[in-house]
T-cell receptor, first 112, second 113 residues
Framework: QQQVKQSPQSLIVQKGGIPIINCAYE??????FPWYQQFPGKGPALLIA?????SEKKEGRFTISFNKSAKQFSLHIMDSQPGDSATYFC???????????FGTGTRLTVIP | DVKVTQSSRYLVKRTGEKVFLECVQD?????MFWYRQDPGLGLRLIYF???????EKGDIPEGYSVSREKKERFSLILESASTNQTSMYLC????????????FGPGTRLTVL
């Protein structure tokens, strides 16, 4: 059973567009929601993370929006660039958990 | 600069062979993980180790075992490789604590013929 559901599976946008990747979860005990970015041939790396006590977090061109009541969170990439082309994974965890529960990933392609 | 290294980038084995995947981290992290990554399925946890000689099963441990004799090294073992174990295998490490960042290695692409 997938603890975190992610969509879309793939996404193609023009340079300068704002791709949006969505994730949903069921376990209301989750209290930490990171996003990982993976370039081809590399392992995933932490991009940005949010706690449920805030509705939005920005780091540079990357923004997480969090809706606690809907149990959903999303990643927005402002002014997307070809260098943002990668696979993005959302994840969730809770206090005392050993591991992260990952979404299935979104392959983003930004066309110049 | 933090570093997680994996012994091979690409590996080709035959059905029934015993396969060892090695992972080494230089950050003195307590926790180490083995995941497999498959298209459309994301990252699935195979095994987790929270300390030397300690291990816990993840979501898909069947057909795998692990060994952690030293803090910096975590090995994944396929006792008798099968074609359905063809996948990308990722190792990660993390300082003790649920919210701490996981640092991933570059992955090993294993093909079982």
């Amino acid at each position: 059973q997938q603890q975190v559901k992610q969509s879309p599976q793939s996404l193609i946008v023009q340079k300068g567009g704002i791709p949006i990747i969505n994730c949903a979860y069921e376990n209301t005990a989750f209290d930490y929601f990171p996003w990982y970015q993976q370039f081809p041939g590399k392992g995933p790396a932490l991009l940005i993370a949010i706690r449920p006590d805030v509705s939005e977090k920005k780091e540079g061109r990357f923004t997480i929006s969090f809706n606690k009541s809907a149990k959903q969170f999303s990643l927005h990439i402002m002014d997307s660039q070809p260098g943002d082309s990668a696979t993005y994974f959302c994840a969730a965890t809770l206090t005392g958990a050993n591991n992260l529960f990952f979404g299935t990933g979104t392959r983003l392609t930004v066309i110049p | 600069d933090v570093k997680v290294t994996q012994s091979s980038r690409y590996l080709v084995k035959r059905t029934g062979e015993k396969v060892f995947l090695e992972c080494v981290q230089d950050m003195d992290h307590e926790n180490m993980f083995w995941y497999r990554q498959d298209p459309g399925l994301g990252l699935r946890l195979i095994y987790f180790s929270y300390d030397v000689k300690m291990k816990e099963k993840g979501d898909i441990p069947e057909g795998y075992s692990v060994s952690r004799e030293k803090k910096e090294r975590f090995s994944l073992i396929l006792e008798s490789a099968s074609t359905n174990q063809t996948s990308m295998y990722l190792c990660a490490s993390r300082k003790l604590g649920s919210y701490n960042e996981q640092f991933f290695g570059p992955g090993t692409r294993l093909t079982v013929l």
